[in-house]
């Protein structure tokens, strides 16, 4: 079973709506968590690091959450354009070692 | 400044054939390493290299073979091409060799269908 766990899989937005994408991990001990967005065809591109005491960090329209407790995540997209339309995957490092446990990601879908 | 660059963006092998998928950076990063993504699931790691001459296995090793000569290449070779193989090949580098409180930059990938 994979310890990085994503929902939904896939979701369609109208432009300028908001949404949010869940991430649950059981990996541990727990260094950090990331967000990588990844455009079709392209390699993932980093979002926000968050380490176990940071509880919310943003990167433009992007603000991730994290409760180290419950071992969510959150990554809420504001105002979503048409160039936010990507894969959307959370990763999870392990405190020991160099092990980076991916997500299966979420697809999302921004229409017009 | 390049970043990751990853060579051939798409390649079509035939079953039992070898290749081998050649990946550069250019940011002096110690740190290296091959993910495959397949549909529906996460990067997993292939192999990874903590420094020139330094290389380990990942989770899904087996069939493939990395070497680290210099800082700057990493290639992934392919012995002999199994249909199982045909998947979407990124390669990765971080500055640092803990790469849990760095950023990790990604190639564009390397696209593979073994017929």
């Known amino acids: 079973k994979n310890q990085v766990e994503q929902s939904p899989q896939s979701l369609i937005i109208l432009e300028g709506k908001n949404c949010t994408l869940q991430?649950?991990?059981?990996?541990?001990?727990?260094?950090?968590l990331r967000w990588y967005k990844q455009d079709t065809g392209r390699g993932p591109v980093s979002l926000t690091i968050?380490?176990?005491?940071?509880n919310t960090k943003s990167n433009g329209r992007y603000t991730a959450t994290l409760d180290a407790d419950t071992k969510q995540s959150s990554l809420h997209i504001t105002a979503s354009q048409l160039s936010d339309s990507a894969s959307y995957i959370c990763v999870v490092v392990k405190a020991a070692g160099n092990k980076l446990t991916f997500g299966g990601g979420t697809r999302v879908l921004v229409k017009p | 400044n390049a970043g990751v660059t990853q060579t051939p963006k798409f390649q079509v092998l035939k079953t039992g054939q070898s290749m081998t998928l050649q990946c550069a950076q250019d940011m002096n990063h110690e740190y290296m390493s091959w993910y495959r993504q397949d549909p529906g699931m996460g990067l997993r790691l292939i192999h990874y290299s903590v420094g020139a001459g330094i290389t380990d296995q990942g989770e899904v090793p087996n069939g493939y073979n990395v070497s680290r000569s210099t800082t700057e290449d990493f290639p992934l070779r392919l012995l002999s091409a199994a249909p199982s193989q045909t998947s979407v090949y990124f390669c990765?580098?971080?500055?640092?060799?803990?790469?849990?409180?760095?950023?990790?930059?990604f190639g564009q990938g390397t696209r593979l269908t073994v017929v």
């Open positions: 990765a580098s971080s500055y640092s060799t803990r790469p849990m409180n760095t950023e990790a930059f």
């Open positions: 991430c649950n991990y059981t990996v541990s001990p727990f260094s950090n």
């Open positions: 968050m380490t176990f005491s940071e």
